[in-house]
Structure formats: C-alpha cells, structure tokens
C-alpha cells in the first residue's frame, strides 16, 4: 500500500517534532516518522536559560524539570570548585520533551506514523520511502533523523559531521544532598563527563571526540567517577550510549543543508555544539529556521538562515574547544581558580555565558568584571570547593528499555554507523589514558 503526503519529516526528536508542528500549523500535509517517538534518548537533557528565551512555550515544561543553580567543576574529586548559576540549568527528561513536542505536533495535524524508515529512493519529483510495513509517496523530504541520519547519507553524503560517542549511566539520585551539577574536564582531551541530577535519578555520561576514547574507556571512565564520588563499588548499572553530530560546518558548508527536495536539522544536519554537545537548542532553532524559510521560498533560503544564524557562533565554540579543551590553558585555568578570584571570575563568566549566544569579547569581558565584583575575597578554596558524596545509590532506574542504542555507538558492530561513529583505538592498556 502506498500512502502520500506533502512532506516526510523522518525523526521525530526536537528538531522533527518542532519542524512538523510548524509545517502542520501553515496547513502544509505532514507526515512524521519515528519508530520510538517519545522516548528516553541517551541525552543529559539540560537545557540552558538561553533554550527558554527562545522558546517561551517549554515553559511549560518547568514543573518537571529539575531546576539547578549550582555547578561543581573538576578535574580530580579532590580537584574542583562551584560556581553558582545566575540563571538555572533545567534538566528534562527527554521522553518527557518528546511526549509533549509530539503531541504539539499530532494536534496541529501533522500524520505521525511509529514506524522506521529503511529505505529513501529519490524519485522524479519527490521520493519514495519504505516502512517494514508501507511505502509512502513524499514531494519534500526533512532529515530530523539525528546525528547517524539515514536522509544525511542519501541525500547529502558529501555534508561531514563529526559524530562524538558517548556513554550514560542512570543510577538513582537516592541520598544526594546537593542539587548541583558536575562537570569533570580532562587535560587536553575535547569532551567531559557529565553528572546531572534529574527528577528521581542522575545522568552520568561521558562524551569525547571521536576517535580519543573507545566504548570501554568511556564506561570505565564512568566507573571510575562514580567509584570515587558515591562510594560505591557495584558499578554494573546498565548503560547507553548513541553519538552526537557536532558541527563541523564551515563557511561552504551550510548549502549542503537543503538541495533538491530535502533539507536536514539538528544532529542530522552537524548542528550540536562543538564545544559543549549541547544540540537540543539548535535542532529547534533549525526547525524554525526551516519553518520560515518555508513560508517564503519553500525551503530555498533555509541554509542562508541557517549560516546567518549559526556559523558565527560554531567558530566561537571551535576557537573556545581549540583554546580551553584540547590545550593545557582549561586545565590550568581551573588549577588557578582554587587560588585566585580573577581566574575564578573569569571561569564564572564562562559558565554563566556559555550558549548566551551573544559571543561578543567585550560582554564576556563585561561579565567576568561583574563577577569579579561579585566573587567575594573570602570565598576561598573551602568555600568554592565543597563536594557532596553520594551514599551507594545502585538502585539503578530502569530506564534503559527504550534507550535503544541504534543510533549509533562507539564500537558497537550492530550500529549501522559504526565505522563512522567510533574510528575509536583500542584502549592503550585496560586503563584509560588521561593525558594523550
Ligand atoms: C549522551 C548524550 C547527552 C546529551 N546531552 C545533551 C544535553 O544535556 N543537552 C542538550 O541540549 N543536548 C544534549 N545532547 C545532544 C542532543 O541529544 C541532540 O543534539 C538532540 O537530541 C538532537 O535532536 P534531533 O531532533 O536532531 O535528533 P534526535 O533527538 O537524535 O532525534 C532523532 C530521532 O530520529 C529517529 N530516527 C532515527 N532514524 C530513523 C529512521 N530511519 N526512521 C524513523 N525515525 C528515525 C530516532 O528514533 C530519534 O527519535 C546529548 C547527546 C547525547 C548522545
């Protein structure tokens, strides 16, 4: 049987739940497709306040979300500090992002059908698109597939995206006495692991650069953190892990976002950021950039939109990865911020900055200077470096069921992607190397 419609919108995560809303809402005939749509991806799901200045309407959202004002650095257990947040970290669970995106979607009309996309066929005009069970007949194709995106490689093989593997872990947040998130940096290496408590358990993962850690080394990372932090030594919780399509976009690059008939967003499309990962935010800002090109040139101007809206801020985050990850100067600075309020101003500035997408030099120097001012002399290494320690918390949470791992995973020989996602190493020797 072959069905037809207007527009195949195959994924439906924040960037294809959004982009098939918009679409319905200006009467275009939508179909969405997602086989495991809402689920709880493998994803932090932390949302800066820069996420809900853009989208007022997840607002919505705040009475499940874990709001979180106090971030805790570090490079060893021993090793760190706090700075406090002027505006809250949200964290949200994604089946719970995804439950209420796609129900926007359905009552604005859009057709969503929980079926996997296996093949794409460009046909003349439109495509073709085959389901295990239907065939559907599309005119305009939107790869909102996320970061091992099937409508990427058929559509757009020559768009490089950097896919970042990563591994998550759910123990239960049982006995925590501080609602902060950690962050955990490694010398020289683009990537970090990541603790955030979310309603009723933690997101523990770790996300590196491709090619700098194999899939054992993320989970013994893991491990390692959570050995030392909770005290605790039964470490065998489940995991997941999926890739994240971090933007490698150049100057040129952005015209292979859309063509004849299709355009791609959010991780499909490299959109993620390559300093922090972070890619929910602009997987709906691609959706909505798509929406409005639409409205004007059927989708003509979306990459134009897309390198206005986005290339400034990509070499931003590179130049931040380049200088602050993968050299000694991050590592450094957060030795110099147990000793001195300057370098601590400055770090509070970067944290209390990131994603604010205004980029510009002298705002962040203006936001270092306030919070020099605001970094009282008596705050000292005790005050900035308390640490919580969690009791054994192993009830791990049984979240894993749908955090499937077809994405794709860091040397995993299923993963349809898996030569892309993980040109990993084996591990140097069992033992993950912390300085390359
Ligand atoms: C471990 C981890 C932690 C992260 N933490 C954060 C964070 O804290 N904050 C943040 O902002 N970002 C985070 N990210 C990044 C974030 O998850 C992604 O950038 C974001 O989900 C991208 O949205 P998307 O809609 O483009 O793709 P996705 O959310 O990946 O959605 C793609 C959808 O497409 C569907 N799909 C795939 N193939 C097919 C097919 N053939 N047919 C039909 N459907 C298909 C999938 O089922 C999926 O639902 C994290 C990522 C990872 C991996």
Request: with cysteine.
């Amino acid at each position: 049987m072959t069905s037809t419609a207007q527009v195949g919108v195959i994924g439906a995560g924040p960037a294809g739940a959004r982009v098939a809303e918009l679409l319905a809402r200006r009467g275009v005939d939508v179909l969405l497709l997602d086989p495991k749509a809402p689920w709880e991806k493998p994803c932090g799901g932390g949302l800066t306040p820069a996420v809900f200045e853009d989208f007022p309407d997840l607002m919505e959202l705040y009475p499940i979300a874990r709001s979180l004002t106090e971030v805790r650095v570090e490079l060893q257990p021993e090793l760190g500090f706090s700075v406090h947040l002027d505006r809250p970290l949200r964290i949200v669970p994604r089946q719970a992002l995804g439950a209420w995106q796609l129900e926007r979607a359905v009552n604005a009309g859009a057709w969503h059908v929980p079926s996997r996309v296996r093949t794409i066929e460009r046909g003349a005009p439109g495509w073709t698109l085959e389901t295990d069970e239907r065939r559907f007949r599309i005119r305009f194709l939107i790869g909102a597939d996320g970061a091992a995106s099937l409508v990427r490689r058929v559509a757009a093989p020559e768009l490089s995206v950097e896919l970042a593997p990563t591994r998550v872990a759910y123990p239960s947040s049982a006995g925590l006495e501080h609602d902060r998130v950690v962050l955990k940096f490694y010398p020289r290496i683009a990537g970090y692991l990541w603790d955030f408590p979310r309603p009723g358990h933690r997101s523990v993962g770790v996300g590196v650069q491709s090619g700098t850690w194999t899939r054992p080394d993320l989970d013994q990372e893991i491990d390692d953190y959570r050995r030392s932090r909770d005290h605790c030594s039964c470490l065998g919780l489940p995991r997941a892990g999926a890739v994240i399509g971090t933007g490698q976009l150049g100057h040129g690059d952005f015209s292979c976002l859309a063509g004849a008939g299709f355009a791609l967003l959010g991780d499909a499309a490299g959109l993620a950021d390559p300093l922090t990962g972070e890619g929910i935010h602009n997987a709906m800002r691609s959706a909505e950039l798509l929406a409005r090109a639409w409205s004007r040139h059927g989708a003509d101007d979306y990459p134009k939109l897309a390198h206005a809206t986005f290339a400034r801020e990509f070499g931003a985050s590179r130049f931040a990865r380049r200088v602050l990850l993968e050299s000694w100067l991050g590592s450094a600075l957060i030795h110099r911020c147990l000793s001195s309020n300057s370098a601590y101003a400055v770090m509070h500035s970067i944290l209390n900055g990131v994603n604010e997408h205004d980029g510009s030099m002298s705002r962040l120097f203006g936001r270092a200077l306030r919070a020099w001012s605001a970094v009282r002399m008596d705050r000292t290494l005790a005050a900035r470096g308390g640490r919580d320690v969690a009791p054994c918390s192993c009830a791990s949470v049984e979240l894993l069921d749908h955090a499937v791992t077809a994405t794709g995973i860091c040397g995993d020989a299923q993963s349809p992607r898996s030569r892309e996602a993980s040109d990993c190493r084996p591990p140097a020797s069992g033992q993950v190397k912390l300085n390359s």
